[in-house]
Structures are given as structure tokens and as C-alpha cells.
């Protein structure tokens, strides 16, 4: 008889130990994906806006050196080459 118990009781320790571990897991995930969370609203609400920002900022000063260059003709819309050949074929 009491070699019986003594297995129920591992049994049973098992299967807490089980439980403990899937909690332990489920715990994880459920902060791996609050981490997630975190980091998509860092870059939703930080870094987007900077690099708009800057890459912004980049294309108007490229299409105002463009402007300068070739003023706003053909050239500027479609690039010398295009405009070149549609201004010879006329």
C-alpha cells in the first residue's frame, strides 16, 4: 500500500509540474507578444515620422536642385533623355 501512494503522489507532482510549465510557457508568450506590441508602437509613432521626415525633406531638396536645373518643361517631368528625344521627333 504504500508503494501505491507513493507513486500517486509523483503523479501527481508531475502533473502539477506539468501545469507549472505550461503556465510558464503561456506567461512567455503572452510577454513576447506584449514586447511585440511595444516595439510596433515605437516604430509607428517614432520612427516613421523621423524618417518621413527626413527622407521628406531629401526629395524636396533633390526635385528643387532639378527645378533650378532644368526649370518646369518636359525635362523636369520626364528627364533629359525622354524629353530630348520627344523634342527631335517633332
Given at each position: ?72 518643361g518636359?525635362?523636369?517631368?520626364l ?12
Amino acid at each position: 500500500m504504500k508503494r501505491r501512494q507513493s507513486s500517486l503522489d509523483s503523479d501527481s507532482t508531475t502533473d502539477y509540474e506539468r501545469r507549472l510549465d505550461e503556465l510558464d510557457r503561456l506567461q512567455a508568450q503572452k510577454e513576447w507578444e506584449e514586447g511585440l506590441e511595444q516595439l510596433y508602437a515605437i516604430m509607428s509613432l517614432v520612427l516613421l515620422p523621423i524618417a518621413g521626415k527626413y527622407f521628406g525633406r531629401r526629395w524636396a531638396h533633390a526635385l528643387l536642385a532639378r527645378y533650378n536645373r532644368v526649370g518646369l518643361g518636359l525635362q523636369f517631368f520626364l528627364g533629359t533623355r525622354i524629353a530630348g528625344l520627344l523634342a527631335s521627333s517633332r
